[in-house]
């Protein structure tokens, strides 16, 4: 079992920034990819950045120059740096994580999701 905690949403006025976390925490297991989603009021979920576990990262073009992922493996922690925020970014986001654990195979773990509003 792997479990999910994110940080750092919040009101943020357009142009500014915010930075995203979440840390993965269980035993005895191994991520594959780890992923950001965000879900916008009335719309569905997109994904909005990748990365997997040789370091490749893949970003939705509507935040790509804006927004950028890393990762701390000693921390089992990916972050999300948003820059130059839109009043489009407003939207609740959820880290997803693609895990191995030996009683279960690889699967998907999700998080609670963190809201992040951008208004002025």
């Known amino acids: 079992q792997v479990q999910l905690v994110e940080s750092g949403g919040g009101l943020v006025q357009p142009g500014g920034s915010l930075r995203l976390s979440c840390a993965a925490s269980?035993?005895?297991?191994?991520?594959?990819?780890m992923y950001w989603y965000r879900q916008a009021p009335g719309k569905p979920r997109e994904v909005v950045i990748t990365?997997?576990?040789?370091?490749?990262?893949d970003y939705a073009d509507s935040v790509s120059g804006r927004f950028t992922i890393s990762r701390d493996n000693s921390k089992n922690t990916v972050y999300l740096q948003m820059n130059n925020l839109k009043p489009e970014d407003t939207a609740v986001y959820y880290c997803?994580?693609?895990?191995?654990?030996?009683?279960?195979?690889?699967?998907?773990?999700w998080g609670k999701g963190t809201l992040v509003t951008v208004s002025s």
């Open positions: 269980g035993t005895n297991f191994r991520i594959n990819a």
């Open positions: 997803n994580v693609n895990a191995w654990t030996p009683s279960r195979g690889s699967m998907d773990y």
């Open positions: 990365i997997i576990s040789g370091g490749r990262t």
